[in-house]
Structures are given as C-alpha cells and as structure tokens.
C-alpha cells in the first residue's frame, strides 16, 4: 500500500491559521485537539477545526506545499481555504512577495 502524506490547515479559537504535514490526518487531528504535545502551536488555542488539506504521493511534494503554504498570508489562505481559486490566482498577482 502507498503512503500518502497531506498538507493541511487548521483554525485555531483565537481565529490564527496553522499549517501541518502528515502521513496519518485523523490521527494528527486528534493529537493536536486532544493536546498531546504541550510544545505544539495549537496546544493552548483549542479547540481547532480542520479547514482545508491536501493529499500528496511524495513527501517532499508534502514539504514544499507546508513551506509554501506557511509563507502566505492569512489572505491567501483564506482564500484558498474558501477554495476560490479565481481569487487566489487574483490575489497572488497582486501580492507577488506573499
């Protein structure tokens, strides 16, 4: 059976945005709303809530969309989280250093 690694988002209850990669979703979910790692971003602004991921085959494919997707702007991933692409694509020309 293939791996698959995913790229994900979540909203935090202080309305902040955290980027993640992971091989297991449902099981990193549930480590970041349980809050098993007290060194973990999320652990003092749950409840989170999964707002957006994708699905990758490769693991470097994974990390340079988290690293991607981490150097974007609440804007932009507001946007993409409302899976607006037009908007996206609007946006990102707009703001090229984003």
Not at 76 to 93: G, Q, R, T
Request: net charge positive.
């Amino acid at each position: 059976m293939l791996r698959k690694f995913y790229v994900y988002i979540l909203k935090c209850s202080d309305n902040s945005y955290y980027v993640g990669i992971t091989s297991n979703l449902d099981n990193r979910l549930d480590i970041h709303q349980d809050g098993k790692n007290e060194d973990c971003y999320t652990y003092d602004k749950r409840p989170v809530a999964l707002k957006h991921f994708e699905e990758y085959k490769y693991v470097e494919d994974a990390i340079n969309r988290e690293k991607q997707l981490k150097g974007w702007s609440r804007k932009k991933k507001e946007v993409l989280i409302a899976l607006n692409y037009e908007k996206l694509i609007e946006y990102s020309k707009r703001t090229k250093e984003s």
